[in-house]
């Protein structure tokens, strides 16, 4: 999810704990042993619908300009177009909105499962073929319309998995082998409902590809960071997850499926870095 945001004013000193937030996260990267994982930040504030994490995107320890360069969906605010960007670690963990605190979360498939996501990720006449050509940041999930860029990661895991040839049906087919398989979008209560009649008014979101029932509840079912992560621990129930978040004081890593609580507070067993 996503939407055209203003630039972050950063202080010397949260600029300095966002790199040292991103040197931590390759550390992590690297120790895991794997070539691929799906990264998740924080950005976009949706805490009122109790959802940390609003952008995903897939990183590989080489074959993009740099190591541990993150590949994801993007919307071109001047050209009003969704677009693929590789974005360096560093790069990607300064699009949080929030500089002072800020989360990412890691998750690695089982050893055997990486190979074929890290051939999908570098393939990149796949990776367009199943970019759309519309963006919504609340696309519907199994709607051609639209798309967002956890839903981009979704139809390209399952591309990997459904061996998928590049066609003009291929999102569709992603979509549908997304269902078969038992994926579950999360679920907005938009309340109140005005907020339903805003949401076509603003650039980066619509209701024309949601269902008609969904709309009269004041629902949106759409691709989050979570749904994503959501899938890969139903599929894989061996896939490992690392969840870091930093402040102006340390940065906390977290291993396990459980969360990190709010405020960056570490928990017993969770390692924590202090930075100077």
Not at 68 to 94: H, I, K, N, T
């Amino acid at each position: 999810m996503g939407a055209c945001d203003h630039p972050t004013v950063r202080t010397p000193r949260q600029q300095d704990a966002l790199l040292s937030f991103g040197a931590a996260i390759k550390s992590e990267l690297e120790r895991s042993g794997r070539a691929v994982a799906l990264v998740s930040r924080t950005g976009t504030d949706l805490s009122r619908f109790g959802v940390r994490y609003s952008h995903a995107g897939l990183t590989v320890r080489s074959g993009l300009d740099t190591p541990w360069a993150v590949r994801q969906l993007y919307f071109s605010c001047d050209e009003r177009q969704p677009r693929l960007f590789d974005q360096g670690m560093a790069g990607f963990v300064m699009g949080t909105r929030e500089p002072g605190i800020g989360y990412v979360s890691l998750v690695f498939l089982p050893e055997d499962e990486s190979p074929g996501l890290q051939r999908a990720v570098l393939d990149t006449p796949l990776a367009l073929q199943i970019l759309a050509p519309a963006y919504s940041a609340n696309a519907y999930p199994f709607s051609l319309r639209y798309q967002n860029c956890n839903q981009w990661v979704a139809e390209l895991l399952a591309a990997t998995r459904s061996d998928l040839a590049p066609a003009a049906e291929t999102r569709g087919e992603a979509q549908q082998w997304l269902k078969d398989n038992g994926y579950v979008p999360t679920v907005f209560d938009v309340q109140p409902r005005p907020l339903m009649w805003i949401a076509p008014l603003l650039p980066a979101l619509h209701t024309d590809d949601h269902p008609a029932d969904d709309l009269a509840q004041n629902l949106f079912r759409v691709s989050t960071p979570a749904s994503v992560e959501g899938f890969i621990h139903q599929m894989w129930p061996q896939s490992v997850r690392v969840e870091l978040c930093h402040t102006e004081r340390h940065i906390v890593v977290h291993r396990g499926w459980s969360a990190l609580p709010e405020g960056c507070e570490p928990a017993e067993g969770d390692t924590v870095l202090p930075l100077d």
